[in-house]
């Protein structure tokens, strides 16, 4: 008898009713999104003010016009994967060795293999400001007191230009005694000594170990000490005065001096 079903009737009834009472605010429910800019914005300021938490951001942007819940500014650093405040009251080693950059000399040791397997044992130190090596000794057996010898030597090559060192950076070998250690302490700075695997903590170093590694030492077979003492003092002159650095905008060292030696 009927061509349609009660279903279909009430089905088209529903959607007549629905087109009667559609709205033309088609908003999404709920507070409005928070712009780029003011997104950008709110990370600039943390990572610009490390001390700053959300509440002293959100007062910041409120006397800039922007009224923003804290629980924004909390989802919009959380985002850009920026701790809170007190986490970021501290600089990271890399604010650190780059704010600190003239005021640091790192030193580390390098173990090089002769062609007869046996083991030497090479000092080295480096100015973080003016990417400056030393080449403070080579020997077999190194102990306590020769790198302390080592380091009375650094300091009267240095000359006047350690007052303007502050910090000297070395890791946990044993060889680095506390009459290593006073000789910088002498002169009014403050021994810095790195964690325990951590290499991190003296990059600069570490990395022109690797340099040496890899422009020097594995393209040559070493004979004895005095054959690495020579080839470690061309090298130097080349990586003083020729070699670019990328610190230095892809510049060599402006010095001319020669490079320490011992």
Not at 174 to 184: D, I, K, Q, Y
Request: contains cysteine; aromatic residues 6%.
């Amino acid at each position: 008898m009927f061509p349609v079903t009660p279903a279909a009737i009430l089905r088209r009834h529903r959607s007549l009713v629905a087109r009667k009472w559609t709205f033309t605010d088609r908003r999404r429910p709920g507070r409005p999104c928070t712009r780029r800019p003011v997104k950008a914005l709110i990370v600039r300021m943390a990572r610009e003010n490390p001390s700053w938490g959300h509440s002293r951001i959100q007062g910041e942007l409120a006397g800039l016009g922007y009224s923003i819940a804290v629980s924004i500014v909390w989802e919009v650093l959380h985002a850009a994967g920026i701790d809170p405040a007190p986490r970021r009251a501290g600089p990271t080693w890399r604010q650190f060795l780059t704010a600190q950059a003239h005021a640091i000399i790192a030193c580390d040791f390098r173990a090089v293999e002769t062609i007869t397997l046996k083991r030497l044992y090479v000092l080295l130190f480096i100015e973080h400001g003016t990417r400056r090596l030393h080449l403070a000794g080579v020997i077999a057996h190194p102990t306590g007191a020769w790198a302390a010898q080592q380091a009375r030597n650094l300091a009267m090559n240095l000359g006047d230009r350690i007052t303007g060192l502050r910090f000297p950076i070395h890791d946990r070998d044993p060889l680095f005694t506390s009459a290593f250690r006073e000789v910088f302490t002498a002169e009014g700075l403050r021994i810095i000594t790195t964690l325990p695997q951590t290499p991190r903590m003296n990059a600069i170093c570490e990395r022109v170990i690797g340099t040496l590694r890899r422009e020097l030492l594995e393209r040559i077979l070493i004979l004895n000490e005095r054959h690495l003492a020579r080839v470690l003092q061309e090298y130097l002159i080349h990586y003083n005065r020729h070699r670019p650095h990328q610190s230095r905008q892809q510049r060599p060292r402006t010095s001319q001096r020669s490079p320490l030696t011992t």
